[in-house]
């Protein structure tokens, strides 16, 4: 952070979970963070509480997602990191996977990922600066059964992080993942994932839960200025449950 540019960081899904957490952590290192989520009540009250400013928005609506890039930078000025975390986390077993469904997931998960960096990318290249870091999972390492849709999505955000980042680099934008493994977030403690902590945490290094705040910090690291040297990366943050 130069001392006179305020950094503008948006964070998709950050209502709760993991991408309050970024949305706190990037605010708390001096970012003025937009909240953006479908949950207008949860993005309003973590914007309120970091200083943040909250859009409601459903990263699979391509209008949706272009006119919210407009008045990010209308209001804001510009956009200097995005944080690509909004997501479906489902669990379902492939018997079970409609082509509904699978089309759901991949419209949240994949299609919100690129309309949103599409748009991004464009306002970063004007500016010559960015930092994009796409919220990928340990999932895709591990093979996790029950969630193939869900899989597919993560290795694609992990394959679009190292095709673009030839691209982007010559824009001045990095774009790296942060692969993180199960997180006691809002939604993985709400549904079926929640089984998952007592055959996980045992592979663990460390004997506990992770938690959506242990996964912050390493997003911000590779959104801050100083990771400029680091592009086309995934850092896998999940206690040593995978190693690679
Ligand atoms: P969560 O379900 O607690 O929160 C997800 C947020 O995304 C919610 O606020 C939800 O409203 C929002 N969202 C859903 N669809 C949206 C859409 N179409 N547009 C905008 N916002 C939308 O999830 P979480 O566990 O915090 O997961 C956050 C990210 O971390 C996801 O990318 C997930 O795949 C990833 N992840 C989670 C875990 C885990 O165990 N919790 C592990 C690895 C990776
Ligand atoms: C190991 O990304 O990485 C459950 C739910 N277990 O979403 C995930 C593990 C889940 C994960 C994930």
Redesign the pocket.
């Known amino acids: 952070m130069t001392d006179t540019v305020q950094r503008v960081a948006l964070v ?2 950050a ?5 309050a957490a970024i949305a706190d952590e990037l605010a708390a290192e001096g970012m003025k963070v937009v909240v ?4 207008a009540e ?1 993005a309003a009250a973590v914007a309120e509480r970091n200083g943040g400013v909250a859009k409601t ?4 609506d391509q209008d949706a997602v272009n006119r919210t890039i407009a008045e990010i930078v209308d209001e804001l000025g510009r956009i200097d990191v995005l944080v690509n ?5 489902p669990l379902t077993p492939w018997a079970d996977i409609t082509f509904e469904e699978w089309r759901r997931v991949m419209s ?1 998960n994949l299609d ?1 990922i690129y309309l949103v960096t599409h748009a991004v990318t464009e306002v970063m290249g004007e500016a010559g600066y960015g930092r994009i870091v796409n ?5 895709f390492v591990a093979g996790t059964p029950d969630c193939a849709h869900y899989v597919a999505t ?1 290795g694609a955000s992990i394959g679009l992080v190292r095709a673009l980042a030839g691209e982007l680099g010559r824009l001045g934008i990095t774009i790296n993942a942060v692969a ?4 006691a ?4 403690l709400s549904g079926p ?1 929640a089984a998952g902590f007592d055959y996980v945490v045992p592979m663990q290094a460390f004997d506990r839960r992770g938690l ?1 705040q242990d996964v912050a910090p390493a997003v911000a690291f590779l959104a801050s200025e100083k990771a400029g040297w680091i592009t086309g990366q995934t850092l896998v943050v999940d206690a040593g449950h995978t190693r690679n």
């Open positions: 998709t899904g209502a709760q979970g993991i991408g953006a989520d479908v949950n949860g928005l459903d990263v699979s975390n909004a997501a479906l986390v949240v919100g919220i990928a999972s340990n999932t993560k993180p493994g199960i997180i977030s809002e939604g993985v994932h959506p």
